[in-house]
């Protein structure tokens, strides 16, 4: 039986580098990779493209029966949250972009998960890994990341929760975060490895950093 993997997010080298390590496990993937200022994903790769139109939770819901449909099943999804940075004074910021980062950031992943975990838990098995990519902060003179860091902490709470909650349930869920630049590649390589080593790694949060990695 072929390993049905998703994965979620909006387009970036973490989300790339995620849909390079599932190329290495599978000979086609399922994907919902969000462009970033209508910039289309120029490297396709072996994926099957699925669209994630709106926050909706009708949205969600066919996004995971879509995924359904063309693996036949989900073993792995793996979403990966990389937030916008925006530096810009409080007044600066236009209404449209705070709606922006309300949907994108914070709805989607709550309406996807909640479709992810329903399905597991009927089918009594699968892997969900909520992934953050952590905004190192940017020197002292810059104006600070109004936006980005308040999604990144959304994510960070909502995941913890889910992990909380999932203790019980017949799935795994993994928490990951990684705040050093450039190493989304080793960060993707190590989501991977630590989902394959199942059930012990689950409900736990785990950091991937320059001083060694280890799970919290």
Known sequence: MTRGILIAGHESPLASALGAEAARRVTCYAAAFIPRNGTARKDPGKYIPLEWSSSSPIAARTLVLAAVNRLEHIDDAVLACVPPVCRKAPEDVAPVEIDK??????????F?????????????????????????????????????????????????????????EPYNVMGFSSSEPGEENAFAAYVFKTMEEGERNSGKWHKHGRFGLFGR
């Not at 980062?101 to 709550?110: N, P, S, T």
Request: proline share 3%; glycine share 8%.
């Open 101 to 110: 980062l309300v949907d994108d950031h914070i709805k989607r992943w709550i």
């Open 112 to 168: 996807l998960v909640r479709e992810l975990t329903a399905v597991f838990k009927v089918r009594r098995s699968g892997s969900l890994a909520l992934v953050l990519s952590e905004s190192g902060g940017g020197a002292r003179d810059e104006i600070p990341d109004l936006l980005g860091a308040p999604a990144a902490a959304a994510f960070r709470a909502f995941a913890q929760a889910v992990l909380l909650s999932s203790r019980s």
